[in-house]
Every structure is written in structure tokens, then in C-alpha cells.
């Protein structure tokens, strides 16, 4: 102990060097801790387990520079600080629209930041705290300067560290033997150790509570797992999950009913909305109604509308709501599932339908680049043919990307295009948050008891139901309205909490099938989710196909709920496994 003191006294600045990477990531996990919370048992060594996992990071990171700088602490030091810096900002940016850590996967969307809507949507949500970050920085720097001459150790260094690590560990094997004989623990362990194996027929306690792991095993020895043991690999399915998976698919009970679409129908147009409410629907504010049209097309009796969609979109948003309306899947919960599915082949809608002779042609219009969320690759993934984005549109772009009122006006150009028989798939963008600012269209609220950015997300949805009224007409004046199968449905719901309505407001999806043949009232009209769509309307088309999704059909007035821990379960089994490579359909 002695000798400890006296090399702590003689190498006291690294000791108050390597605090500051201590400081950012503690800090970082500990603002995720109270602002979204870790989603399981927080035990009663949880913060010596989250030091532990904080100091095994920053030692790695320290040891990792050490070793490429041959030896130079100061240096190793300063980048180990970085590092922490940017991995602890980004994660607290990324946590407040996504609620979770950064994952391995959510990392490979880094390209997705190139675009204008995503970076307003970082620089809205940089709260005044966040400048803890800058004092870190500031005070860091500072003591460089003020000890630029003096020398750290490197052996001393390494010494410090290594009776550090002694009494962590010390600590914590102490803790959790006492923990453990104390009988409450059984809980707990089972979690401590998740089925990083990739063998499916144990419980993958990662992927349904990702943030209690990672608080846990820290942030870099949780993505460094992940991308040795499940990143971007295909799991070899046993004939377990493959009996599993088939015996839920094949059960057709709650998937068929019978088709009800008439033989004039020749088009299947499917409209996802950016972070579409159905509080919406019938909400009058001022005396005005939000969403005029689509309330109106809500009356039509060929208009089926279900206004309590549960939303089962996860971390990747957007790119999650159209892989389940298209693949009749869940998406990953721990993982951005785009970035591991662009490389698979699922029985997309447009397939089937192409498949079965009901179209011959599929295209599908982006207000973005091509390539964010993947969507080249995922084109591929659900057998659209054609893609236009707004490097396809012809006319100047009011913004970066295009508007609802470009996409629309868009969509009606190809329309005259398209030939009959066609899947038309169309996503909007200006309901996207942030809500900082609406888009001026002559349409005001001026009720002052309203949250300003959920009285812009009102204003804006305004703006949306006006341009989609536009389209739907023209559709009608063209006669591909009475010919279409019409689909509107929401791709994931806003946040409520960075609108300042949290607990105020539901946060369920409205669905709306034009033309779909069936009685509407004898539909299902409660309770549902997002996965009954690609179900419900292969039901309607009377698609013949074993696989039909995991989903419920909504025209079945007995319906019961689609989805639960076996679905989250199937679903990650066929899209991290192998499953549609050996089962051809």
C-alpha cells in the first residue's frame, strides 16, 4: 500500500486523466438510466456492475492506444478521452429518438446522417445539459496545458491501473457473493449471461431487454458481442426453430377468410405516412377538423378504417414500418433490421402478387435519397422492380427532399405511366419530426393550451390530408380510383415526448383499405397491429400462399391478438436465420 501511495503521488495526473473518460461514459449511461430507463431489474449491485463495465471499456480503449502509440500515456490518454466524448454524445442523441443504446447495426446507418430531415432531427433534440460534454472538454484541455511538461510513467501507469482493478474486482465479487447467498439472485442471473451463441433454443435475454445488458456489460463490450456473435451472420436454424416457425405459419385459422376483392380491381397502391396518428381522425381544433378529407373517406362504405393499430415498428422507424407491411414480419428489437435483412430474400407482398398473376409490374417512390435506410437493397429484399427518388424528379425541389406535395405530384406522373396491373408503393415525408416549425399552407391554430411542436405536427398533418385529397381525386378523374386497391396506413408513430404530449395522447395508427370488397362492419374494428396488414390484404386479394405472414387477418370478426413474445421470437429466428433459403415458396 505504500508503494501504491508513493506511485499515486508521482503519477497523480493520470490518475485525474483517466477520470475524464470515466466521467463521459458514466455520464452518458446515467442520463440513459434517468431519461429512458434499462427495461429490467435494476439489482442491488447494478451500479457496481455498471462501474465495472465502464472501467473494463475505458481500460480497453486506454490499453488498445497505449500499445498503437508505443507507450505514450499522455497521447493515449487524450484519444481514449475522444473517443468516450463522441460515443457518449452520440449515444445520448441517439438514445432520445430511439431508446436505446447504439448497436453494431445502428452504427453501419451512420450514412443515413447525410440527410437534411435526420440532421434538424439531431440539432432539435441537443438540450442545454448536453454542454456537461464541452465542460468536460474544456476542463480536460486545461489540465494538458497547465501540466504539458510533466511526465506520466508508463510502468507506473500500468501499475496504478492494475491496483484499481484489484479492488473493483475485489468489490464485486464480494457483492455479488453476498447477493447470491442472500437467495434474491435467481432473477437477475438469468439475465447476466444472454444466448450470445446464436443458439436459438435457449432465451436471447439481449435482444428483449437490450438496455438492462448493455447498462450492464458496458457499451463497447456490447457492440464488439453483437458483432462477433450475431452481427450481419446467418444463424443456422436446427429443425426446432424450422418446426416452430412452420407450425405458427401454417395455421391458417386466423390468416383466411376468403377473398372478397372484386375482379375489376387492377391495382394495388399502398401509401405509408410519415408518423401518422389516428387521434387525428375527427380531432377538431378550433372549430377546425385536422384531417377534413381523409374523415370523409373514413365515411365511404367502400372504405374499411381502423383507427387502433398498435405500432410494432423498433429502432430502425421508418425502415422497420415498411418491412412489416411488405414481409408480414416483426422487426429485430436490439438491432436495425434493414442493415441486416438487405442481404436476405422474404416473401414480399409485390412477389406474391406477381407470383399469383395479380400484377405484372411494382415500383416505389421515395422523397429521399435511394440509399437511405438501405432502400436500394431492400427493393431487392421485397421484389419492388423500380424505384424513384427525388433524383427522379424532374421539377426544382422546394427543399432537400421532396415535400407531400412533391411526392404526390410525382406519383400522378407516374401514374399515367404505369400500366394496369401494377403495385404502386408511395411514402411521404413532412410529417417528420422535428416539429420546430410546420409547413405554411393558410391553415393556423391558435388555441395557445396546445404544445407548440404538437400544434405544428397538427398543422403539418393538415398539410398532408390536403395533398393526399389531391391525389385520391385524381385518381378518381383518371379512373384508377374504382380500379385500385388503396392502402393508407402510418409507418410508426411521432414521439410523443418530444412533443410534449406523452400520457395526453394515444399513440395508436390509423389504417384505411379502399375498395377491399368486404362488409366493413363485420370486420375487425378493435385492437390490432401493424403486422395484421400484409395478412388482411393477401386475405382480400385471396392470395394462395402457405406463408401469409405472422400477422392475424382483420376480417375476421373473432380476431385475437397477432403479436406476442412467440411472434417477437419467430420473427428474429427467420430474419437471423436461414429460414427462406432452404423454404422456397
Known sequence: MKGFVFNLRKNYLFLILFMFPLLNM??????????????????????LDNFFAVLLDVTAVFLLSLLLSWGRVKTSLTVTFFITLILSFSNIIYSRFFGQYLSFSAIGQAGNINDNVVIQSILSEIKAYDLVHVLLLILFVLILILYRNKRIHTNVSLYILGVIWTLVLTLLVVSHSIYLVSGSYERAIQTIIP??????????????????????????????????????????????????????????????TGKTLDNGIQNVIFIIVESYLSVLTDLKIDGKEITPYLNQLKRDSNVYYNGHVRPNATIGRSSDGQLIY??????????????I??????????????????????????????????????????HIRTMYSRNDY???????????????????????????????????????????????????????????????????????DEQ??????HLKADGLYEKSLIVI??????????????????????????????????????????????????????????????????????????????????????????YFRKKKQ
Open 26 to 47: 458514466l455520464y452518458m449511461h446515467y442520463q440513459f438510466f434517468f431519461s429512458i430507463g434499462i427495461d429490467f431489474y435494476f439489482s442491488k449491485t447494478s451500479i
Open 195 to 256: 444466448s450470445y451463441s446464436g443458439n436459438s433454443e435457449h432465451p436471447n435475454w439481449k435482444s428483449v431487454y437490450p438496455n438492462w445488458a448493455t447498462f450492464h456489460e458496458g457499451l463497447l463490450r456490447s457492440i464488439v458481442l453483437d458483432h462477433i456473435f450475431s452481427g450481419g451472420k446467418v444463424t443456422e436454424l436446427g429443425t426446432t426453430e424450422m418446426k416452430a416457425i412452420e407450425e405458427e405459419y401454417m395455421n391458417h385459422e386466423k390468416r383466411v
Open 326 to 339: 411488405m414481409t408480414g414480419l416483426l422487426p429485430l428489437r436490439t438491432e436495425v433490421t434493414v442493415g
Open 341 to 382: 435483412a438487405k442481404n436476405d430474400r422474404f416473401v414480399g407482398l409485390p412477389y406474391l402478387l406477381h407470383k399469383h398473376g395479380l400484377v405484372n409490374y411494382s415500383q416505389i417512390l421515395i422523397p429521399t435519397n435511394a440509399s437511405l435506410w438501405e432502400q436500394n437493397a431492400m427493393n431487392e429484399v421485397y
Open 394 to 464: 424532374s421539377k426544382n425541389l422546394t427543399g432537400d427532399d421532396l415535400t407531400d406535395e412533391e411526392i404526390f405530384d410525382f406519383a400522378k406522373i407516374l401514374d399515367a405511366r404505369m400500366p394496369s396491373n401494377s403495385f404502386s408503393l408511395i411514402l411521404t415525408l413532412s410529417m417528420h419530426e422535428p416539429f420546430d416549425e410546420c409547413v405554411e399552407h393558410g391553415f393556423h391554430l391558435n388555441n395557445c393550451s396546445l404544445p407548440n411542436r404538437y400544434r405544428n405536427y397538427l398543422i403539418t398533418s393538415h398539410y398532408f
Open 468 to 473: 393526399i385529397g389531391k391525389y385520391i381525386e
Open 489 to 578: 396506413a402510418a409507418d410508426h408513430e411521432p414521439h410523443l415526448k418530444n412533443m410534449d404530449i406523452e400520457g395526453e395522447v394515444s399513440d395508436e395508427l390509423p389504417l384505411f383499405i379502399v375498395n377491399g370488397g368486404f362488409d366493413k362492419n363485420r370486420a375487425w374494428s378493435g385492437d390490432c397491429n401493424q403486422l395484421d396488414v400484409y395478412t388482411t390484404l393477401l386475405d382480400i386479394i385471396g392470395v394462395e400462399s402457405e406463408w401469409r405472414g405472422l400477422g392475424h387477418t382483420l376480417l375476421n370478426p373473432n380476431y385475437s391478438n397477432s403479436v406476442s413474445d412467440k411472434t417477437w421470437q419467430l420473427s428474429e429466428w427467420i430474419i437471423n436465420g436461414d
